[in-house]
C-alpha cells in the first residue's frame, strides 16, 4: 500500500487552493501606479495641512482612503476588523481637535459595513451558522432584544434618549457575531494580540509623554470646560488620559493589556518574548498610575488573585505570599507621593469624599430600581437623558458606575439579565480555559477571561463598557473566549485523523 505523506496543519494551510489569496495579499505593492497615488495624495495633503490647518488634512486623509478602506471592508472581514480595532482606539483622539464632522457616525458606519460583509460571506461561502450555536449567543441575543423592547416603556421620558442610545448599543454588540465568524485562525488571533499590543504601547507612551511634557494645544482646549477641568485637575494635579476620552478610559484599557502580557508570558513563548511582554506589561502599570483612576488600581490585584487561582500549583505559594505582602506594605506605607497616595485610598474608600457622595446617590435611587422593575427607559441618564429630558428626575441622577446605569435605566429585571449575561460568559471562559489543549490558545483564553473579569470589577465604581476603544474590545474578547475552543477542537480533530492517514 502506498504510504501517505502526513501533512502538519501550516502545510495544509499552503498547500490549499485559497492559499495567498487574502487582504495582505503584495500584488498591489507591485503596481507603479500605487506609488504615484500615494505620492500625490502625500503632496496634497501636505500642502491642505500647511495652508488651512491641521484638521483640514486630517479630513482630506479621511476622504481619499474612505472607498479603498470600504471596499476592503466589506470584501476582507480580516482588514475590517483590524481597522475598526485601529480607528476605536484613535477615534476620540481626532475628535479632540475640533474637526466639524460626525466621527462618531464614521465608527456606525464601519460596523454596518462588517455586518454587510459578514452576510456576504456567509451567502457565498458556508452559510454555517453553527459557530454562533453557544450559550454566550444566546444570552447577546436576550441582551440585545430587551434593550429594543425599551422603546416602548411606558415609563420612559423620551423615545429620542432611547434612539440615540440603542445605537451604539446594539451596532457594538453585533460586533460579536463579526468577531465570531470571520476570526477562524491561530495566525489571525496572532495579528490582532500584535496590534492590540502595539496600539496599547502607542497609548502608554503618549500618556508618558503628557505626563512628562505636557499636553498639546488642542487638548488644552479641549479642558477649558469647567466640569472637565474638574474631572481631571484632582489633588493638585492633572490626571492623564493619553489619546483617550478621560482618565477612566486610559486606565482601563492600560490594564486590560497588562493582562494580556501577563496571560501570553504565561503561555507558551520564548525567554525574550516572555521579557519583552513583562516590560510592556512594566509600562502600562507605570503610565495607568497617573490617570489617578481609583478604579483601575483595584482591577489589576483583584484579577492577578483570579490568575493564581486558576493556575494554583504548589511551588506558585512562595510567589503569591511574597506578592500579598508587598501589596500590603505598599497600601499602608506612609507617603507624601500624590500617585501613591491616590492609590492607596483606592483601598480605603471610607476616607474617599467622592466614595460616599455615589455611595450616597445610590442609597437614594434604591426605592426608585425597587419600584420600577424594567427601569426608567434606555438614555434616561446621562448626556442623552439631560438633552432630552432635562427636567425629568433621572437625568439628574449620575450613575457613576455600569451596574448602577442598567438597574436605574433597565431596571432590577435588566440588571439581572445582565449580571445572567456576564456569568454565562466568564462561566464558559472558565471551562474552555481547562479543556483547551493547545498551550498558545489556552494563553490566548486565559488573556481573555482576565481582561472580563478585570472590567466587571471595574464597571463597579465607573462605566467600563460605554466608551471607545473599550466597547468593542469587550465583544471582541468575548469572541475570542470561544473562538480559541472552537479552534483547538479543530486542531484536535485533525491530529485525531493525520496519524491515521498515515497508517493507511
Not at 498591489?28 to 503632496?43: E, F, G, Q, V
Not at 472637565?228 to 483617550?244: H, P, Q, T, Y
Not at 488573585?305 to 508587598?326: D, T
Amino acid at each position: 500500500m502506498e504510504n501517505k505523506r502526513t501533512y502538519t496543519i501550516e502545510e495544509q494551510g499552503r498547500r490549499s487552493p485559497n492559499a495567498g489569496k487574502s487582504w495582505s495579499s503584495t500584488n498591489i505593492l507591485k503596481n507603479p501606479l500605487t506609488y504615484l497615488l500615494l505620492l500625490l495624495a502625500s503632496i496634497a495633503v501636505t500642502l491642505i495641512t500647511t495652508s488651512m490647518g491641521l484638521p483640514y488634512g486630517i479630513l482630506l486623509v479621511v476622504v481619499t482612503l474612505a472607498i479603498p478602506i470600504i471596499y476592503g471592508v466589506v470584501v476582507y472581514p480580516e482588514f475590517g476588523i483590524i481597522i475598526i480595532m485601529i480607528a476605536a482606539y484613535f477615534i476620540m483622539l481626532v475628535i479632540k481637535f475640533d474637526i466639524n464632522f460626525p466621527l462618531g457616525t464614521i465608527m456606525d458606519a464601519l460596523e454596518v459595513l462588517l455586518l454587510l460583509g459578514l452576510f456576504i460571506r456567509q451567502k457565498k461561502k458556508s452559510k454555517d451558522w453553527s459557530v454562533l450555536k453557544t450559550p454566550v449567543t444566546a444570552v447577546v441575543l436576550i441582551w440585545i432584544g430587551y434593550n429594543l423592547l425599551q422603546a416602548i416603556n411606558p415609563v420612559a421620558e423620551s423615545i429620542m434618549a432611547w434612539l440615540y442610545t440603542v445605537r451604539s448599543i446594539v451596532l457594538v454588540t453585533i460586533l460579536y457575531f463579526v468577531f465570531m465568524v470571520n476570526i477562524d485562525t491561530k495566525k489571525f488571533i496572532r495579528i490582532i494580540i500584535a496590534v492590540w499590543l502595539v496600539l496599547s504601547v502607542i497609548a502608554a507612551l503618549y500618556g508618558l509623554k503628557q505626563q512628562t511634557l505636557g499636553f498639546s494645544s488642542f487638548e488644552l482646549r479641549s479642558m477649558q470646560d469647567p466640569l472637565v477641568m474638574a474631572l481631571l485637575f484632582i489633588d493638585g494635579r492633572w490626571r492623564i488620559f493619553s489619546i483617550f476620552n478621560d482618565p477612566v478610559v486610559f486606565s482601563y484599557n492600560m490594564v486590560i493589556s497588562t493582562l494580556l502580557c501577563v496571560a501570553l508570558a504565561w503561555g507558551p513563548t520564548s525567554w525574550p518574548k516572555k521579557i519583552i511582554l513583562m516590560l510592556m506589561a512594566f509600562l502600562f502599570v507605570y503610565v495607568m498610575l497617573f490617570s489617578g483612576t481609583r478604579g483601575a488600581y483595584v482591577m489589576l490585584p483583584a484579577s492577578m488573585l483570579l490568575f493564581f487561582v486558576m493556575i494554583f500549583k504548589r511551588k506558585m505559594l512562595p510567589l503569591a505570599i511574597l506578592g500579598a505582602i508587598f501589596f500590603v506594605i505598599l497600601i499602608n506605607i506612609p507617603t507624601n507621593n500624590a500617585t501613591l497616595w491616590r492609590f492607596q485610598t483606592a483601598f480605603k474608600p471610607s476616607d474617599d469624599a467622592s466614595f460616599n457622595v455615589r455611595k450616597s446617590n445610590q442609597k437614594r435611587i434604591q426605592p426608585y430600581i425597587l419600584t420600577h422593575p424594567i427601569g426608567g427607559g434606555l438614555g434616561a441618564t446621562g448626556a442623552w437623558g439631560v438633552r432630552f429630558a432635562p427636567d425629568s428626575y433621572l437625568a439628574k441622577f449620575p450613575p457613576d458606575s455600569g451596574y448602577m446605569r442598567v438597574a436605574v435605566e433597565l431596571g432590577w429585571i435588566g440588571l439581572l439579565i445582565y449580571c445572567i449575561y456576564m456569568f454565562v460568559i466568564l462561566k464558559t471562559g472558565i471551562s474552555n480555559f481547562f479543556s483547551i489543549k493547545d498551550p498558545e490558545l489556552k494563553s490566548y483564553c486565559f488573556g481573555m477571561l482576565l481582561i472580563i473579569f478585570a472590567l466587571n470589577i471595574g464597571n463597579f465604581p465607573q462605566e467600563a463598557l460605554v466608551q471607545y476603544p473599550t466597547n468593542i474590545f469587550f465583544y471582541l474578547v468575548v469572541a475570542l473566549l470561544i473562538v480559541t475552543k472552537k479552534i483547538d477542537t479543530q486542531l484536535q480533530e485533525k491530529n485525531k485523523v493525520l496519524p491515521v492517514a498515515a497508517a493507511q
